[in-house]
C-alpha cells in the first residue's frame, strides 16, 4: 500500500468516525426542533385565540352593563329629552363604539333618538319577547349598517327599562360599530401571514380579515369547528393556503375568534434552523478534514521515515555483505597478481643484469629497464594496499612529502586537463613536514579526487589544488576543487556510500570515493566535501579537503 492512499484511508476513517455521530446527533436535533417549532406555533396559535376570545366576551359584556346602567338613569328621571340628550352624549364620547342611542316605549313606538332609525315590527316583537321572557338584553346578529355612502359591520343591543313595579314599560337600544372588533383583532397579526378573525356558527365572517376577507360577504368552512369549543388542526384556508388553524368559541356569544397561519412561513422556521444546521456542519467538517489530514500527515511521516530508516539498514546490510564479498574477491585477487608481478620484476632484473655483464651499453634500453622495474614495485605496492584494504590492516607507516605526490601526480594528469580545457592552478605551502603514510596509499587517494573533479568538468574549467599546514592541529590539509556542475544536497550525503555512483550505469562502480575515504581513515584523517549546483549558487562547483596527519 503506498503512503499517499494510506493518507487518503487516514482522512476517510478520521471522517467518518468523527461526523457520522455529528451527522446522526444533527438530525435529532432538526427532528426535534420542527417538533418544538410546531409546538411554539400551536400552542402560540391557541393562547392567541383563546385571549381575543376573552377579549371580545369583555367588550360585549361592557356594552351590556353600560346599556343597563343607562336603562336605570332611564328609570330614575323619565323620558326626559334634556337629560337623556346629556347621557348618551356622554356615554358616545366615552364609549367610541356607540353609533346612536334610541328609546321605544311599551308599544313600541320611538320617544327618543339620537339618529334617525326605523326599527321594524318584528324586531321589536323579537325584542320584546327576549326582554319578558327574562333574558333582560336582547343582542341582534350583526348586519350592515349604512352611514352616508358607507356600509359597515353593526351590533343592535337592547335591554328593557324598567318601571318602579319591575315590569317593562319600554326599551333602551343601542347601535354599536363592529368595526372595532376587528381593529382588535388585526392588533393580533403574526409575522407575515398569521391573523385573527371573528365569524359566527355558520362561517360567516363578522370582521375583515387581514388579506382581504370582508364582513358578512365572505365566509369559511365550519365542518371541523362545528359543535366544538376549542380546537387546533390543519386546513386549507378560504385563500387556499394550508393553515395551521386555532378556534376558540366566545362564551355567552354565536362566535368563534379563529387564529391561523400558513404552514409554509411555520416550515420556514424549521428549514432556516435546517439550513444554519448544515452550515454548522460544513464548517465543522472542514475543521475536522483539516484535523484528519493534519494528523494523517504526521502518522505517514513517521511511517515513511520508520520505512526509510529500515530500507536503509537493509542496504547497510546488503553493502556490508557486497564489501565483504568484494574483500574476499579482493585478497584473491591481490594473492593471484603478487606471483606475475615478482616473477616480472625478477626477470626484469636479471635481465638488466645479465646486459651490465655482456658490457651492453645502451643508456636508453638500461633506463627503460630501470622503468620496468619502478612501474613493477609500483604495481606491487598497489597490491598490497588492497590487500591490507581487504583485511583491514593497514601496512607499515613511511613518511610521505604531499607536494612531491601531488606534483608527480598532476606530471601524468596534467596533459589530460590540458586536453580537456581545464586550466591547473597549484597553490602549495612550502616547507610543510611529511605525513605518516605510504606514497602509493596517497597518491591512490589524491588520483581518485582528481580523476573525479576532471571528469565533473566535461566543457572545461579550473582545478584547484592546495596544501597547508595547520600546526595546531598538526594535520596537513590538501584542497582538490573543480568549478564543474557540483552535487546536489540529497546525493552530497551518500556520496561516501559504497557501491553509490552518479554517473551512467556502466561507467562507474561507486567505490572509488568508499575506498579513497576508508583510506584516509585508516590513517588517522579525513576527507570533507562541500558543493553547490547551478540551482542554488552562481558558482557552482565541489571543494574535497584531504585531512591527514603529520604525527
Known amino acids: 500500500m503506498s503512503f499517499e492512499r494510506l493518507r487518503i484511508l487516514l482522512i476517510v476513517a478520521f471522517m467518518l468516525v468523527s461526523l457520522v455521530p455529528l451527522a446522526s446527533l444533527g438530525y435529532k436535533v432538526i427532528s426535534q426542533g420542527e417538533s418544538l417549532i410546531k409546538e411554539k406555533a400551536s400552542s402560540y396559535l391557541e393562547g392567541l385565540s383563546e385571549r381575543n376570545a376573552d377579549v371580545i366576551k369583555g367588550f360585549m359584556l361592557e356594552k351590556e352593563d353600560g346599556l343597563k346602567k343607562l336603562s336605570d338613569i332611564i328609570c330614575i328621571f323619565g323620558f326626559n329629552s334634556t337629560i337623556l340628550k346629556t347621557h348618551f352624549k356622554k356615554m358616545k364620547a366615552q364609549y367610541n363604539p356607540y353609533i346612536g342611542f334610541f328609546v321605544l316605549d311599551k308599544s313600541g313606538k320611538s320617544v327618543f333618538s339620537t339618529m334617525d332609525v326605523s326599527i321594524d315590527s318584528a324586531m321589536l316583537q323579537s325584542i320584546d319577547e327576549s326582554t319578558h321572557s327574562g333574558m333582560g338584553t336582547y343582542i341582534k346578529e350583526i348586519f350592515m349598517f349604512t352611514i352616508g355612502q358607507d356600509q359597515i359591520p353593526a351590533l343592535l343591543i337592547c335591554t328593557s327599562i324598567l318601571a318602579e313595579s319591575k315590569e317593562g314599560c319600554g326599551h333602551l337600544c343601542a347601535l354599536v360599530d363592529f368595526r372595532l372588533i376587528g381593529s382588535l383583532l388585526r392588533k393580533s397579526n403574526i409575522e407575515i401571514t398569521g391573523e385573527v378573525y371573528l365569524v359566527d356558527t355558520k362561517g360567516s365572517f363578522l370582521s375583515a380579515s387581514r388579506f382581504g376577507a370582508k364582513a358578512l360577504k365572505d365566509n369559511i368552512s365550519m365542518n371541523s369547528i362545528a359543535g366544538k369549543k376549542q380546537g387546533l388542526y390543519e386546513t386549507i384556508d378560504y385563500r387556499g393556503e394550508r393553515v395551521l388553524q386555532a378556534y376558540q368559541k366566545v362564551d355567552g356569544f354565536p362566535w368563534y375568534v379563529i387564529a391561523d397561519q400558513d404552514m409554509a412561513e411555520i416550515l420556514n422556521r424549521i428549514k432556516a434552523l435546517g439550513r444554519e444546521a448544515i452550515a454548522y456542519g460544513m464548517i465543522t467538517a472542514l475543521v475536522v478534514f483539516g484535523l484528519a489530514l493534519f494528523i494523517s500527515t504526521i502518522i505517514v511521516n513517521i511511517l515513511k521515515a520508520k520505512y526509510q530508516y529500515e530500507k536503509e539498514l537493509e542496504f547497510q546490510v546488503i553493502q556490508k555483505e557486497k564489501l565483504a564479498s568484494l574483500g574476499l574477491l579482493t585478497s584473491g585477487i591481490a594473492h593471484e597478481l603478487n606471483t606475475p608481478f615478482a616473477n616480472a620484476l625478477l626477470y626484469t632484473q636479471i635481465a638488466k643484469e645479465e646486459l651490465e655483464e655482456s658490457g651492453f651499453k645502451n643508456k636508453i634500453i638500461q633506463q627503460r629497464l630501470s622503468t620496468v622495474v619502478d612501474e613493477v614495485k609500483q604495481g606491487s605496492k598497489i597490491i598490497r594496499n588492497l590487500l591490507d584494504f581487504s583485511r583491514h590492516t593497514q601496512s607499515e607507516a613511511r613518511s610521505t ?84 556542475l557540483g552535487i546536489s544536497k540529497d546525493e552530497l550525503n551518500k556520496i561516501f556510500n559504497p557501491f553509490f555512483t552518479t554517473k551512467k550505469q556502466g561507467e562507474g562502480t561507486g567505490l572509488g570515493l568508499f575506498i579513497s575515504h576508508e583510506m584516509a581513515r585508516k590513517l588517522g584523517g579525513d576527507i570533507k566535501v562541500i558543493s553547490s549546483t547551478e540551482n542554488v549558487s552562481i558558482n557552482s562547483g565541489t571543494v574535497f579537503t584531504v585531512e591527514l596527519p603529520t604525527e
Open 401 to 484: 612529502d604531499v607536494n612531491k605526490t601531488l606534483i608527480k601526480l598532476m606530471r601524468i594528469a596534467g596533459p589530460h586537463c590540458t586536453s580537456n580545457k581545464i586550466k591547473v592552478e597549484k597553490e602549495l605551502e612550502n616547507n610543510m613536514p611529511d605525513i605518516k603514510a605510504d606514497a602509493s596509499t596517497l597518491q591512490a587517494i589524491l588520483t581518485n579526487l582528481v580523476a573525479n573533479a576532471t571528469e565533473a568538468m566535461p566543457n572545461g574549467g579550473i582545478l584547484r589544488l592546495k596544501t597547508r599546514y595547520v600546526p595546531v592541529l598538526k594535520t596537513i590539509k590538501i584542497e582538490i576543487a573543480d568549478t564543474g
